[in-house]
């Protein structure tokens, strides 16, 4: 079993799935309404829909006949959470990573990366 | 074959893989470096490194018989652009996206979302 970050950067690794994540974040809506733009059978898109589920992107609500499904955006939090952290090494040029708290792992022997842009 | 940014999240999907890549951070290292903190045979971290490989996000010079891996930020990059959409959403608090302006879930044709900052 995956972990959740294992788990999310999968589901994300599929542009059908990335698709419906982002028409999600123009309103909730239902299978066939999120199947209509892909050249794809109902069954397809809802093995995507599954995916995307099962990692917390998005969720279903019931309401009478329709089941709408809606962008959870935890897991993307997550994602830009743990990005965050490599964004300082092309933003900022770091000549010494290695000062930075908590990274050095080995005895101080490895050679310092030099991150230019 | 995957579109470049599904491989990157796919090589992404797994917690060595991301390990190896937060080491890389302090520095380029050898595969037998990179293989000290984990209990893990040199052959499988070949394979995560060839997978972190093929995805970009190292890279590997020549330097007599040392050959170290060295971290490659353009596709780190690339999953921060895509990820920076959705923070709009949860910066903003956004609890119901389709309740935003100029949301339009039925006639088959999606409207443009309205993006303000």
Redesign the interface.
């Known amino acids: 079993m995956?972990?959740p970050?294992?788990?999310t950067?999968?589901a994300?690794?599929?542009?059908t799935r990335?698709a419906i994540?982002?028409?999600?974040?123009?309103?909730?809506?239902s299978v066939t309404?999120l199947a209509?733009?892909f050249d794809m059978s109902l069954p397809s898109i809802c093995k995507h829909l599954k995916v995307l589920e099962a990692a917390g992107l998005i969720a279903r609500r019931r309401d009478g006949q329709w089941r709408p499904r809606?962008?959870e955006?935890a897991p993307?939090?997550q994602?830009?959470d743990?990005?965050?952290?490599?964004?300082q090494?092309?933003e900022h040029d770091f000549d010494r990573?290695?000062e930075?708290p908590a990274?050095?792992?080995?005895q101080g022997k490895?050679?310092?990366?030099q991150?230019h842009k």
């Open positions: 995956l972990d970050l294992s788990t950067f999968s994300l690794a599929d542009p990335r994540l982002a028409r999600l974040t123009v309103g909730e809506a309404e209509r733009p809606r962008l955006m993307l939090h994602v830009a743990w990005v965050q952290y490599y964004r090494f092309w990573p290695h930075l990274l050095n792992q080995g490895y050679r310092h990366k991150v």
